[in-house]
């Protein structure tokens, strides 16, 4: 598998807090996308970090890139109870041949009004 | 506004039949996706092709063919469908293959 073991996770916290979800992935990657996939819907990008960025933010959203450590963050600040969903990291990998985006397991996030 | 529609969003069907899931991207994008999403295993490729007329194997293929007849139309074929293949299908396109991903709101298939 590309991604170590931390990626399955469930949070629970409540809303206003902030949060900080990672993965870690095992070969190497020119990119890493994080992913929210909310209830009944297809994921949707948040943000798209490079292997040359170590930071990228949008809005509430922070996404950090560890190349050395290969591993990834992504933090959210002041959450809502919307913020509710499964979060995605994914990685472009070689497989079969060619480079494909491979997505972890994912960590269910639970916003408590 | 760029879209990936799905169809049907829901479809059951017997043990042995015949299904085709359909998808259409209006994004202009060069790469389409066929993914199935089951508890425990997350996102899984199946199939996916880079353009019209191609097609490339993903990482389940087992039991399914896919084609992309236009650069906006997908389908994933179903020949002799099992139990196994109960699941969350995804379609998702990409202007390139590690640029960002949309997806289209799934198809949920029951096979009976």
């Known amino acids: 598998s590309q991604w170590g073991e931390e990626n399955l996770q469930a949070l629970s916290i409540q809303e206003g807090e902030d949060v900080t979800m990672n993965c870690s992935y095992k070969?190497?990657?020119?990119?890493v996308q994080w992913y929210r996939q909310k209830s009944g819907k297809g994921p949707a990008q948040l943000i798209l970090?490079?292997?040359?960025?170590r930071e990228k933010r949008s809005g509430r959203l922070r996404a950090t890139l560890d190349t050395s450590s290969q591993s990834s963050s992504l933090s959210i600040t002041g959450t809502l109870a919307t913020d509710t969903a499964v979060y995605f990291c994914?990685?472009?990998?070689?497989?079969?041949?060619?480079?494909?985006?491979?997505f972890g397991s994912g960590t269910q996030l639970t916003v408590m009004p | 506004e760029a879209a990936v529609t799905q169809s049907p969003r829901n479809k059951v069907t017997v043990t042995g039949g015949n299904v085709t899931l359909s998808c259409r991207q209006t994004?202009?994008?060069?790469?389409m996706y066929w993914y199935r999403q089951d508890t425990g295993h997350g996102l899984r490729l199946i199939h996916y092709?880079?353009?019209?007329?191609?097609?490339q194997i993903g990482d389940v293929p087992d039991g399914y063919k896919a084609t992309r007849t236009t650069q906006e139309d997908f389908f994933l074929l179903l020949e002799l469908a099992s139990p196994s293949q109960t699941s969350l299908y995804f379609c998702?396109?990409?202007?390139?293959?590690?640029?960002?991903?949309?997806f289209g709101s799934g198809t949920r298939l029951l096979v009976i």
């Open positions: 994914a990685t472009d990998a070689l497989a079969s041949g060619s480079w494909q985006l491979i």
């Open positions: 092709s880079y353009g019209a007329g191609n097609l």
């Open positions: 994004n202009s994008h060069n790469y």
């Open positions: 970090i490079r292997s040359n960025e």
């Open positions: 998702a396109s990409s202007l390139y293959a590690n640029s960002d991903y949309t």
């Open positions: 070969t190497y990657t020119t990119v």
